[in-house]
């Protein structure tokens, strides 16, 4: 049913098969929460700034984890690692939402409950993501990647519309307890996988040094200009949650269900851009990464000068799919080319550049929208996206050609030899 070599082949594997549909009720309350946690604080505030700052506060954990939780991923057991993080996720969730419903919310409990749900995330992203070659092998690790990513903007597609109905008819309440249920589907799903299924190879499990991963990235240089374009592109292009949010309400002046429409229309284009890439997991590069990177802030430009609601939400589909296709891309190409013992240290790095940007760019992108505007804002996001993949592509040409994987070993043995070359002065013989 599942062949194999086309695009559902993942789907071959049980534990795969099980973890699926649990993913994508937690994707669906995971955007859930994000639409309902954007409207609360526009409720709470009317301010632009205040939604940077929560958005800053949900991210900063992983400026401050990620790396220790790739660390993680690669010593201990993922399985257990993502139990305790889907019920933490649970539980702050859950308190929100009964906060918002007994009308005792305040804009301080947002900032704290953010902040610990990003922790979990931190926490989670990583270990999940290694887990994911465990579940399916490295033979369909891309592919597996690219339906995750499907899932993931699937759950999109209906969580914004769904929850713009939510809040209009019973307020933001419901909705965190509703992504609060999702995360105890996902423990519950975990329970269900068979061990025995799982691809676990004996590779180094103790003594996971975080600068181990730092040696190894620098050594890789394709590695190191993908990760320097998704930097650019997730703190700078990557705002959908706060572009729709502030574009639907100070500049359409529109009201919940017209915002998290617009929160579906990005998913439909997010959602063909990972289909897309399914098919296309054989073919991804540097090269097409930055230049999928380029093609995105030019579409987050164009997004930025649309006259109407009706046309804005036109050019959404457009730069979820350039957005998604780069994404994906830079993911599966930096865990697939990464030797296996290393991967989850590799992938936190890659993870804090992704998603740590944004504690800065956040609350940079909420203050420049107050002092010269929504539309300049979008533009000039667009325009260093853009900007950023072409000149890294021009920095690394000729340094990104690398064998399809280095093992660890030799690059820790060639620091050390480099190391060893090296006087007490610092000088090189």
């Known amino acids: 049913m599942f062949e194999s070599n086309g695009a559902l082949r993942s789907f071959r594997h049980r534990n795969f098969r099980i973890l699926f549909p649990a993913n994508f009720l937690s994707n669906i309350g995971t955007w859930s929460q994000r639409v309902a946690q954007d409207w609360l604080v526009l409720e709470l ?32 057991n993922k399985k257990k690692l993502l139990m305790f993080t889907n019920l933490g996720g649970a539980l702050t969730a859950i308190i929100l939402g009964i906060l918002v419903i007994t009308k005792h919310a305040v804009i301080y409990d947002v900032y704290f409950l953010a902040f610990a749900l990003g922790a979990f995330s931190a926490l989670d992203a990583p270990v999940r993501q290694t887990f994911t070659s465990e579940i399916v092998g490295k033979s369909d690790l891309a592919n597996a990647v690219s ?45 269900l996988l068979r061990e025995s299924d799982l691809h676990i190879t004996e590779e180094q499990k103790s003594n996971a040094k975080i600068r181990e991963g730092f040696a190894y990235v620098r050594a890789r240089k394709d590695i190191l200009a993908v990760m320097w374009t998704v930097l650019f592109a997730a703190t700078f292009g990557l705002n959908f949650q706060i572009f729709t949010a502030i574009m639907a309400t100070q500049v359409f002046e529109k009201g919940p269900r017209s915002y998290g429409l617009l929160g579906s229309i990005v998913a439909i284009g997010s959602l063909s851009g990972a289909l897309m890439s399914a098919k296309l997991d054989r073919r991804r590069s540097p090269k097409f990464i930055m230049g999928f990177a380029t093609a995105f802030g030019l579409s987050v430009m164009l997004s930025s000068v649309t006259p109407s609601y009706f046309t804005y939400a036109l050019s959404l589909p457009l730069c979820g799919s350039l957005a998604l296709t780069t994404m994906i891309a830079a993911n599966s190409y930096v865990q697939t080319n990464s030797d296996g013992a290393i991967r989850g240290r590799v992938l936190g790095i890659y993870l804090l550049i992704f998603m740590g940007g944004s504690p800065f760019g956040a609350p940079l992108i909420g203050w420049m929208c107050t002092q010269i505007g929504v539309r300049q804002t979008i533009a000039g996001c667009g325009a260093i996206t853009s900007l950023a993949a072409v000149v890294i592509y021009f920095l690394f040409a000729g340094r990104m050609d690398r064998p399809a994987s280095i093992a660890v070993e030799d690059v820790l043995a060639l620091k050390k030899n480099q190391s060893g070359n090296t006087d007490k002065n610092g000088e090189r013989h």
């Open 45 to 76: 505030t009317h301010s632009a700034k205040e939604l940077g700052i929560v958005t800053g506060l949900q991210f900063l954990p992983s400026l401050l984890f990620s790396l220790h939780a790739g660390s993680l991923a690669d010593r201990f």
């Open 147 to 191: 339906l995750n990513s499907a899932n993931f903007n699937a759950g999109r597609l209906f969580g914004p519309g769904i929850t713009g109905i939510i809040i209009a008819a019973f307020g933001t309440g419901p909705a965190f307890l509703l992504n609060g249920a999702t995360y105890l589907i996902v423990f519950g799903s975990l329970f």
